[in-house]
């Protein structure tokens, strides 16, 4: 089943998906979608972007910034990532918003995707890459992500020739219709990163996976490009 054109995509580990997100998106939620995996999505209307690439986001807490994490970057574009544990290595395509205010998806299994109403990778807040989990019967660039472990890194290339090295927290399984918005894009005091895509069991109803697959990550370093 292929995507029908105008309709707000879903993420989902199978068939295809997409991240949604901006720093502090407290009233984002996931939209994802995937060649034959398509559902309906909530729409995705983030609040603008502040000049220090964090959005306004709703009163509480950033979440306290983990013991090993690094100075954030200033704003750079990201051209790829590499995550070695699981034998990814892709270039990234930047992702906006549809005119219905749903964050667009990747357009093919590969490559993986940056939102680029969030922070750049390495910048302060939390940057969010997506990636489908399969797309037309064949494994995407994400298939793999919810094999990630504690500990596991992520190489992030950017054009300021210069790599944000981000270290995996946790990885959690969330239902779609529970999806935690607020501790995905929330405020937070130091350089993360989301990894997201589709998992779970699959609604055929739908057409959609049931859940989304979100790895969590900390900057530790840099590097050379």
């Not at 983030?46 to 306004?56: D, F, K, L, N, Y």
């Not at 990532?81 to 906006?96: E, F």
């Not at 501790?183 to 049931?210: E, K, P």
Request: net charge positive; glycine share 12%.
């Amino acid at each position: 089943m292929r995507h029908q054109a105008g309709r707000p995509l879903r993420l989902s580990r199978a068939k295809t998906m997409a991240g949604t997100g901006a720093a502090a998106l407290l009233t984002a939620v996931v939209a994802v979608a995937v060649t034959g995996c398509a559902s309906e999505s909530h729409a995705v209307r983030p609040p603008p972007v502040s000049a220090a690439g964090s959005g306004g986001g709703p009163a509480g807490q950033p979440g306290a910034a983990p013991a090993g994490t690094a100075p954030p970057l200033r704003s750079s574009v990201p051209v790829r990532v590499q995550i070695p544990a699981i034998a990814v290595d892709s270039p990234l395509t930047g992702l906006g918003l549809q005119h219905d205010g749903t964050m667009q998806t990747p357009p093919t299994g590969f490559p993986a995707g940056w939102y680029t109403g969030a922070p750049t990778p390495g910048q302060l807040g939390p940057a969010i890459i997506a990636g489908h989990v399969d797309w037309a019967g064949h494994p995407g660039v994400f298939y793999n992500l919810r094999d990630l472990k504690p500990g596991d890194r992520v190489i992030v290339a950017r054009t300021d020739g210069r790599a944000a090295v981000f270290r995996v927290s946790r990885v959690e399984e969330f239902a779609k219709d529970a999806f935690p918005t607020g501790a995905v894009y929330g405020n937070i005091d130091h350089a993360g990163l989301r990894l997201i895509t589709c998992g779970g069991s699959f609604d055929r109803q739908a057409a959609s996976y049931r859940d989304n697959i979100v790895a969590f990550a900390d900057l530790v370093s840099t590097q050379d490009a």
